[in-house]
C-alpha cells in the first residue's frame, strides 16, 4: 500500500519568514496530492492541491511542487502570518473503486512566532 | 464550515457503555469516512462508504461497528471500548469524482475511561 512521509514534524518561524513543508510517497498509482490545514478543535481543511500532470502550482502566498519522478512534494508557504501556526498534512491518493483512496502523512506542527 | 457535521463533539464513556457517533452532510456527496486522529500518528483510515455500500474496513475491531442509512448520514456505534481507542474521529466526505478533495467535519473528541 501507499507509505507518506512527511518532514519536519515541527517547523518555528519567524513571521514574515517562509516555511517549507517535504512529503514522499512510495505508490506511483498516486496522482491527486492535497494539502490539509488543521487548527485547534478543528478538522483538516484543504489549502491547495496538486495533481500529477503539474509540476507546480501557486495561490498567493502558498505554492506547492511535485516531481513525480522522485516521488517528492512540498509545501511552501512565503510572508508567514501568525495565522499560519497549525497543523499541515500531506496526503497522497488514486481514484479507486468510486472514491479516492488517501494515504495522509503524519503532519507538521508550524508555530509562526510574532 | 465544511458542510458535513458531526455530533457530539465531544464524548466520554466507561469501557462498559455503547455510545454512538453521527455524521451528516448534505453536500451530495457519495462517499464517506470514518476517520481515527491520534496523537502523533497519521490519520488513521477506518472505514468507507460509496453509495452507502461499505467498501473498505481497515481492519478495524469489532467494538466499532458503522451504519451507512442513506448516502448523508454515517454513524459509528461504539461498544465495550479500550483507553486506548481514545482520540478525535473524523467523519470526511467526498464526490464521486476523480482527483478530489474530501471535506472533513470538526470531530469528536472521545475519552474513555
Known amino acids: 500500500g501507499e507509505n507518506v512521509e512527511q518532514h519536519p514534524s515541527t517547523l518555528s518561524v519567524q513571521e514574515g519568514d517562509s516555511a517549507v513543508i517535504k512529503c514522499t510517497y512510495s505508490?506511483?498509482?498516486?496522482?491527486?496530492f492535497p494539502w490539509y490545514k488543521q487548527e485547534l478543535g478543528k478538522g483538516p481543511q484543504l489549502i491547495i492541491d496538486?495533481?500529477?500532470?503539474?509540476g507546480e502550482k501557486k495561490d498567493q502566498r502558498i505554492a506547492v511542487t511535485l516531481n513525480k519522478t522522485a516521488k517528492h512534494f512540498s509545501l511552501h508557504i512565503t510572508e508567514t502570518q501568525p495565522e499560519d501556526s497549525a497543523v499541515y498534512f500531506c496526503a497522497a491518493s488514486y481514484y479507486s473503486g468510486g472514491y479516492q483512496k488517501v494515504t495522509f502523512g503524519t503532519g507538521t506542527k508550524l508555530q509562526v512566532i510574532p | 464550515e465544511t458542510g458535513v457535521t458531526q455530533t457530539p463533539r465531544h464524548l466520554v464513556m466507561g469501557m462498559t457503555n455503547k455510545k454512538s457517533l453521527k455524521c451528516e452532510q448534505h453536500?451530495?456527496?457519495?462517499?464517506m469516512y470514518w476517520y481515527k486522529q491520534s496523537a502523533k500518528k497519521p490519520l488513521e483510515l477506518m472505514f468507507v462508504?460509496?453509495?452507502?455500500?461499505?467498501?473498505e474496513n481497515n481492519s478495524v475491531p469489532s467494538r466499532f461497528s458503522p451504519e451507512c442509512p442513506n448516502s448523508s448520514h454515517l454513524f459509528l456505534h461504539l461498544h465495550t471500548l479500550q483507553p486506548e481507542d481514545s482520540a478525535l474521529y473524523l467523519c470526511?466526505?467526498?464526490?464521486?469524482?476523480?482527483?478530489?478533495?474530501?471535506?472533513f467535519g470538526q470531530g469528536t473528541r472521545l475519552t474513555v475511561v
Open positions: 505508490d506511483s498509482a498516486s496522482n491527486y
Open positions: 470526511a466526505s467526498s464526490p464521486g469524482n476523480m482527483n478530489t478533495e474530501a471535506f
Open positions: 453536500l451530495g456527496h457519495n462517499a
Open positions: 496538486i495533481r500529477s500532470n503539474v
Open positions: 462508504y460509496n453509495f452507502k455500500e461499505q467498501t
